[in-house]
């Protein structure tokens, strides 16, 4: 495939106006936990069913020309690893079900591997491009694919997770839906929520931290000491170097100063490893990408779906499901012709 790996962009398409870019994992989990549904023989399904519904829901909302559904690969989380070693390291500790369902934490892990396994099944009879990489976290791949088609090929680009990282890509042409909230974050959300345009968040993010990654931010700062310390972030847009220089200046002025300046090698692996301007790919993944979106959209193989859906005895999960596959995806299939 990657030998026709074509010159720059083909023209743009009605394919390729309004993108939706899915954090796959992040609506799994979401769904895992929310939902404690078990079929007839007492298997859990709640994550398989629930990301399937809330995907129709998606697509319903959003009412995108072409879908993209993106998961961590194999390795995913060494490259930022080998920069900050505590990264994630905070993962997988506490449970994020309840004891209804599983025995203990092993039980509930495999329920999750079986259902993703399942769940792949799934996807491929939908009319949507799946994608992985190994050594690849989703958030590079998500980056990557959102600024090239945004870029080249003009598209509205709608990313969907709960994931706050993806707000620093925020720009005209690319909005972050957060499902949980029901909000799209545009350029105006972003200085609305968080008094910074959406260009200087990766530095708000660097200064906090992220304890979702186990990512030490700058002791004494927090949100709401971001703008108080550095008022130039609301109005102007800025650059690590320039916010360190400041601290430079400042740093007999307050502690918070004098730590950024002190710490000032472990911020900048910080910001490297939550900076999605420049997603972590090597450029034999940004080729097969980029041969991807020139892809033709997947054709719906609805009754192969309906046959899994029967085996897995979801029942009612998806109310009228032989209607609701057919009225959901199958306009997906209808802006290019090869797949009608």
Same mark, same amino acid.
């Given at each position: 495939?990657?030998?026709?790996?074509?010159?720059?962009?083909?023209?743009?398409?009605?394919?390729?106006?309004?993108?939706?870019?899915?954090?796959?994992?992040?609506?799994?989990?979401?769904?895992?936990?929310?939902?404690?549904?078990?079929?007839?023989?007492?298997?859990?399904?709640?994550?398989?069913?629930?990301?399937?519904?809330?995907?129709?829901?998606?697509?319903?909302?959003?009412?995108?020309?072409?879908?993209?559904?993106?998961?961590?690969?194999?390795?995913?989380?060494?490259?930022?690893?080998?920069?900050?070693?505590?990264?994630?390291?905070?993962?997988?500790?506490?449970?994020?079900?309840?004891?209804?369902?599983?025995?203990?934490?092993?039980?509930?892990?495999?329920?999750?591997?079986?259902?993703?396994?399942?769940?792949?099944?799934?996807?491929?009879?939908?009319?949507?491009?799946?994608?992985?990489?190994?050594?690849?976290?989703?958030?590079?791949?998500?980056?990557?694919?959102?600024?090239?088609?945004?870029?080249?090929?003009?598209?509205?680009v709608f990313i969907v997770?709960?994931?706050? +990282?993806?707000?620093?890509?925020? +720009?005209?042409?690319?909005?972050?839906?957060?499902?949980?909230?029901?909000?799209?974050?545009?350029?105006?959300?972003?200085?609305?929520?968080?008094?910074?345009?959406?260009?200087?968040?990766?530095?708000?993010?660097?200064?906090?931290? +992220?304890?979702?990654?186990?990512?030490?931010?700058?002791?004494?700062?927090?949100?709401?000491?971001?703008?108080?310390?550095?008022?130039?972030?609301?109005?102007?847009?800025?650059?690590?170097?320039?916010?360190?220089?400041?601290?430079?200046?400042?740093?007999?002025?307050?502690?918070?100063?004098?730590?950024?300046?002190?710490?000032?090698?472990?911020?900048?692996?910080?910001?490297?490893?939550?900076?999605?301007?420049?997603?972590m790919l090597s450029s034999?993944?940004?080729?097969?990408?980029?041969?991807?979106?020139?892809?033709?959209?997947?054709?719906?193989?609805?009754?192969?779906?309906?046959?899994?859906?029967?085996?897995?005895?979801?029942?009612?999960?998806?109310?009228?499901?032989?209607?609701?596959?057919?009225?959901?995806?199958?306009?997906?299939?209808?802006?290019?012709?090869?797949?009608?």
């Amino acid at each position: 495939m990657l030998s026709d790996v074509k010159e720059g962009a083909d023209a743009p398409s009605p394919q390729q106006d309004r993108i939706v870019l899915i954090d796959g994992l992040n609506l799994f989990f979401r769904n895992f936990a929310m939902l404690n549904f078990t079929n007839k023989e007492g298997v859990h399904v709640g994550g398989l069913g629930g990301f399937l519904r809330s995907l129709g829901t998606l697509i319903n909302t959003l009412h995108p020309t072409e879908l993209y559904i993106v998961f961590d690969g194999m390795g995913s989380s060494q490259n930022r690893k080998n920069l900050i070693s505590e990264y994630k390291s905070n993962r997988n500790i506490t449970r994020i079900t309840n004891w209804e369902i599983f025995e203990n934490i092993d039980e509930e892990h495999d329920a999750k591997l079986d259902q993703i396994s399942r769940l792949t099944y799934y996807l491929r009879c939908l009319p949507a491009k799946t994608v992985a990489l190994d050594k690849t976290e989703a958030d590079d791949i998500i980056a990557y694919l959102s600024k090239k088609l945004a870029k080249e090929y003009n598209s509205n680009v709608f990313i969907v997770s709960s994931d706050k +990282d993806f707000i620093q890509l925020v +720009d005209d042409n690319i909005t972050v839906y957060r499902p949980i909230e029901k909000d799209f974050y545009t350029k105006d959300t972003v200085q609305e929520k968080f008094g910074i345009p959406a260009e200087n968040f990766i530095l708000y993010k660097t200064l906090i931290g +992220d304890n979702s990654d186990n990512i030490k931010g700058i002791k004494g700062i927090g949100p709401k000491g971001v703008i108080k310390r550095f008022p130039q972030l609301a109005t102007e847009i800025m650059s690590l170097d320039q916010l360190i220089d400041i601290a430079t200046e400042k740093h007999k002025d307050n502690v918070v100063y004098s730590r950024i300046v002190f710490e000032e090698d472990n911020l900048r692996k910080t910001h490297k490893v939550m900076d999605l301007h420049n997603p972590m790919l090597s450029s034999l993944d940004e080729k097969y990408l980029d041969q991807l979106v020139l892809e033709k959209t997947p054709k719906l193989e609805a009754q192969t779906f309906l046959k899994f859906y029967h085996e897995d005895d979801m029942r009612h999960l998806i109310k009228n499901v032989e209607f609701w596959i057919n009225n959901t995806f199958k306009i997906l299939n209808s802006y290019n012709s090869d797949s009608k």
